[in-house]
């Protein structure tokens, strides 16, 4: 079964710092994999996917993020951290394609100090 | 265009009762999912219709269930309503022609069961 972790349920960092979000997957057949960010009292936005193509996707906001097959990897990194930013971030998997079935990461959530 | 929106936005219920949630789609979108998202399990897939039929299920009870119009417009039923049913339940559209499509999230209708 697939699966996704997240390293680190909260992460913080200064205003102005590089963000790293840690993801890591499981799966036996290249997965298609995103990020979503969710505001308070919000669904869910799309930060960025990786489907097939080039391995260093860029996203909305700023963000990128790196699939590495090898390390089954799809961190989400930021190189300046902006107040705005602040939010709880989820990975995502899905390896079936046209299927809408996502299977999320527990969330990472990120406070950025002033 | 207008994006996903979900009815009630809130919603208090008794152990035992039933409850109904509504989703509209995205116009032309003909995907529907819904999730169920609480502090401890995370963002769990429920089930994705398409073309008035279920497509997908996730592992849950039987008390689950949804349906969806020839409008695309969905709902999900939860019966006999357990205290642990709590939680943000949340439905995205996609439009689904063959690759991947991005899901677009509605703001989740939050169900407390009291």
């Known amino acids: 079964a697939q699966s996704v972790t997240q390293l680190g349920s909260h992460v913080s960092v200064s205003e102005g710092a590089l963000v790293l979000l840690r993801c890591n997957y499981s799966?036996?057949?290249?997965?298609?994999l995103f990020w979503y960010v969710q505001y308070p009292n919000q669904g869910l936005q799309l930060l960025l996917k990786?489907?097939?193509?080039?391995?260093l996707v860029k996203g909305i906001n700023g963000f990128e993020a790196e699939f590495k097959k090898s390390e089954t990897s799809f961190h989400l990194t930021k190189p300046s951290a902006h107040m705005s930013d602040a939010a709880e971030y989820f990975c995502?998997?899905?390896?079936?394609?046209?299927?809408?079935?996502?299977?999320f990461g527990q969330g990472t959530r990120l406070t950025i100090n002033p | 265009k207008a994006g996903v929106t979900q009815t009630p936005r809130y919603l208090i219920k008794t152990r035992g009762q039933q409850v109904t949630l509504s989703c509209s789609p995205i116009?032309?979108?003909?995907?529907v999912s819904w999730y169920q998202q609480t502090p401890g399990q995370g963002l769990q897939f429920l089930f994705e219709?398409?073309?008035?039929?279920?497509?997908n299920k996730g592992n849950f009870p039987g008390r689950f269930s949804g349906r969806q119009f020839s409008n695309s417009r969905s709902e999900m039923n939860v019966s006999t309503l357990e205290l642990g049913d709590s939680a943000l339940y949340l439905c995205?559209?996609?439009?689904?022609?063959?690759?991947?499509?991005?899901?677009?999230f509605g703001p989740g209708t939050r169900l407390t069961v009291l």
């Open positions: 995205a559209s996609s439009f689904t022609g063959g690759t991947y499509n991005e899901q677009f």
């Open positions: 799966s036996s057949v290249p997965p298609y």
């Open positions: 990786y489907t097939t193509g080039a391995t």
């Open positions: 995502a998997v899905s390896l079936i394609q046209g299927a809408q079935k996502l299977v």
């Open positions: 116009s032309g979108h003909r995907s």
């Open positions: 219709y398409f073309s008035e039929t279920q497509r």
